[in-house]
């Protein structure tokens, strides 16, 4: 016979998930629901369909009312915004899913039985923990395994997105997952020691731990981790390198490092990144991004990035991270100890340090993310549009910028504007057409006004 508690636990589960996928199917793509005005660049788009351009009357308006070097926003392809919605589904089934392993390992009781096999195995707590935290990552990684198939490596290779092999990106979901792991064996090692040191202020001494694992790994990452999976070098076009590391320099740069990595090997879509934080702090150049931009939008994508390398971006993800972790802590102690007391016989084990607690932790962890998802993508997108306005204000290449997004709209398959809903739990970046409009229009310098970040630039006399 079920338990009650794990009947009620697929219940909520089932019914969580089904009015999110409902929210889901109700969206609409959202560049109808804006009053942007778009215009068609893709001759395969049926103008009778829901994703027709505007009226003619209101684009010829629109046209006539920009400037020489304004860009369109255009509109995505069908098969853009299939690849839109099957994407909010996925990402649906993945969030409810990361919820459901660490509950249904938990209220089943089998967090407790593994408690104690570990403990009979192990019998120094350290010793323990590592067992326990690599079988729980074990059986996350086989259980999360088909829905991130389907989601990830299927879906991309279907919409003609991923050139990744299936072998590849097995060993980038086991490198990811057990890198995470070995992370989480130092937090809940050091984690357990404190709670039974200091029972009523653990939370706050783990914060700071944590946020000391954060930094960590934000500065191993580029170094250890990423060059396991692709490689990085210097950039290859020496031209290209020579503009992009003269614009570095520009932007207040000294010494910068400008890694281009192969990802045409994984992916034929588009981006640059900074990874690393302090002394491993780089700029990285997807090798797909010469294949669609020319060289002037290249040089303004990675005045994009320079932007968050100047501003200090990572930093600032760092402090947000951290925060949400220690909220977390601090909740886990506050409602952890109310479950563990209300379920014990249920979950197998009695106190917070007990090993079997791990999946509480994680748990907790992963709705309280879910529930400061507005707050953090907020951030997110202000920072990135922060990072789009340096960028203007270093190259004052505004149609370049424009065009960009472009190309990242019609490669990556994206959308214009997405649904505010969308916007609200998914998007760190603001929308390409927001981007876009924002590329046409910022233009301070031409009525004599001072950039925002003029003063970080070194001068040159040509402009």
Known sequence: MRPKHTTRLSITCASVLTVVVLLLIWLKPAYGQDEKKIVNVDESVNPGTALAVAEEESIASDQASQTDDSVAVPTPSEKAVRFYRSGLWWWSVQEIWSWFIPALILFTGLSGRLGRFTERIGKKQVIVTILFVAI???????????????????????YGLS????????????VNSGTMMVLYIIGFAVLRILIQRSPRRWWAYSSAVVAAIIFFYLMIHPVWVAPLLNRYGPLQDKTLEADILALADRAGIEGGRVFEVDMSRDTKALNASVRGIGKTKRIVFWDTLTSRLDHDEVLVVMAHEMGHYVLHHMYRTWISISLVYGLGLFLTDRMGRRIIQK????????NLHDVGAVPLFMLISGILFFAMAPLLNADSRYRERQADQFALELTHNNHA?????????STNLAVPYAHWFDKLLRRTHPSLGERIDFANTYRPWEEGKPGRYDKLFAPVNNR
């Open 343 to 350: 379920y014990q016989s249920r979950l197998g084990f009695q």
């Open 401 to 409: 910028m424009a065009q960009s997004f472009v190309a990242l709209q």
């Open 163 to 174: 050139n990744q092999t299936l072998g590849r990106w097995l060993k980038g979901a086991a």
């Open 136 to 158: 729980y990552f074990l059986i996350d990684f086989l259980l999360t395994l088909p829905v991130n198939y389907f989601a990830g490596y299927a879906r991309a290779h279907a």
